[in-house]
T-cell receptor, first 112, second 111 residues
Framework: QKEVEQDPGPLSVPEGAIVSLNCTYS??????FMWYRQYSRKGPELLMY????GNKEDGRFTAQVDKSSKYISLFIRDSQPSDSATYLC????????????FGKGTLLTVNP | DAGITQSPRHKVTETGTPVTLRCHQT?????MYWYRQDPGHGLRLIHY???????DKGEVSDGYSVSRSKTEDFLLTLESATSSQTSVYFC??????????FGPGTRLTVL
């Protein structure tokens, strides 16, 4: 079983739709959870950063962490064509552990 | 891009030649990382540094070495480039180990 599983998509939605992106993981030691957005031929950009379980909202973006189910989600409300990108989840256990474990990314296209 | 630059941005080289990629930061962050990104594999950690002259291996370190003589610079060297090292290389920096910020990347092609 891979440490982090992420559906690669591609996911195509109409403008204005609510998008749900998800990752599952197997390592119960993970405490820090991140979502990165990566536009084509660019570096990953940190979008959301959460610690432990719960929700975090930033504008149109909401990150959810359910540690009991080992499941994290990113919701995008009122999606825009500019949201078209690959979304990567990442996580680690914190402390002196420097390694981020990444999902392989979900390619999202928002159609005008 | 969080004050991170990478050079060169694009490079084509031949098998067997040494290649050095540079990551430069203006943030004075302690931690620096080198990743490679390949289709089907995602982002994989090559090496990381937790201070000047303090480095350690990541999950795909074979064929790569690093050096960090100044806080702001982290160099990645491919000792003898092979076609399997054709990839996009990203540098990242962080204050704490988990919240990492990435540079724009270097596209390397080894012929």
């Amino acid at each position: 079983q891979k440490e982090v599983e992420q559906d690669p998509g591609p996911l195509s939605v109409p403008e204005g739709a609510i998008v749900s992106l998800n990752c599952t993981y197997s390592n119960s030691a993970f405490q820090y959870f991140m979502w990165y957005r990566q536009y084509s031929r660019k570096g990953p950009e940190l979008l959301m950063y959460t610690y432990s379980s719960g929700n975090k909202e930033d504008g149109r973006f909401t990150a959810q962490v359910d540690k009991s189910s080992k499941y994290i989600s990113l919701f995008i409300r009122d999606s825009q064509p500019s949201d078209s990108a690959t979304y990567l989840c990442a996580m680690n256990s914190g402390g002196s552990n420097y390694k981020l474990t990444f999902g392989k990314g979900t390619l999202l296209t928002v159609n005008p | 891009d969080a004050g991170i630059t990478q050079s060169p941005r694009h490079k084509v080289t031949e098998t067997g030649t040494p290649v050095t990629l540079r990551c430069h930061q203006t943030e004075n962050h302690r931690y620096m990382y080198w990743y490679r990104q390949d289709p089907g594999h995602g982002l994989r950690l090559i090496h990381y540094s937790y201070g000047v002259k303090d480095t350690d291996k990541g999950e795909v370190s074979d064929g790569y070495s690093v050096s960090r003589s100044k806080t702001e610079d982290f160099l990645l060297t491919l000792e003898s480039a092979t076609s399997s090292q054709t990839s996009v290389y990203f540098c990242a920096i962080s204050i704490l180990a988990n919240e990492q910020f990435f540079g724009p990347g270097t596209r390397l092609t080894v012929l």
